[in-house]
């Protein structure tokens, strides 16, 4: 795990790293050899994005995707709701009357 005061980066191949604290726009962190200008506001235990991300880039979070991009993202940027889609599939559906069916109770006796 790489380290810093304001950032923590939970695989080597994430290309996102979580805030420690809540972090300021406009703040500068030096973070594993590169400088990252934070273009808004980050709080506490959300995501910044270690590197420039075109639209549809698997974010990596523990070294798994977690979503997708929505848009282009720049180093530094906040990565949350307005920019990144999930990519999770659930392994459910709800019935008619808006129940929860699990995939394996779809499964002939």
């Not at 990252?36 to 995501?47: D, E, F, I, Q, T």
């Not at 940027?77 to 599939?89: A, F, Q, T």
């Amino acid at each position: 795990m790489s380290q810093g005061a304001a950032l923590l980066q939970l695989a080597p191949q994430d290309n996102c790293a979580i805030a420690l604290r809540n972090l300021s726009a406009g703040e500068v962190i030096e973070f594993a050899g590169q400088t990252l200008r934070l273009g808004s506001a980050v709080p506490l235990g959300h995501k910044v994005a270690l590197e420039a991300m075109a639209p549809g880039t698997k974010v990596l979070r523990w070294g798994s995707p977690i979503g997708s991009t929505t848009h282009a993202i720049a180093p530094g940027e906040h990565i949350h709701l307005h920019n990144l889609r999930s990519d999770y599939l659930p392994t459910y559906t709800l019935d008619a009357g808006q129940r929860f069916v699990s995939d394996s109770s779809k499964a002939a006796p």
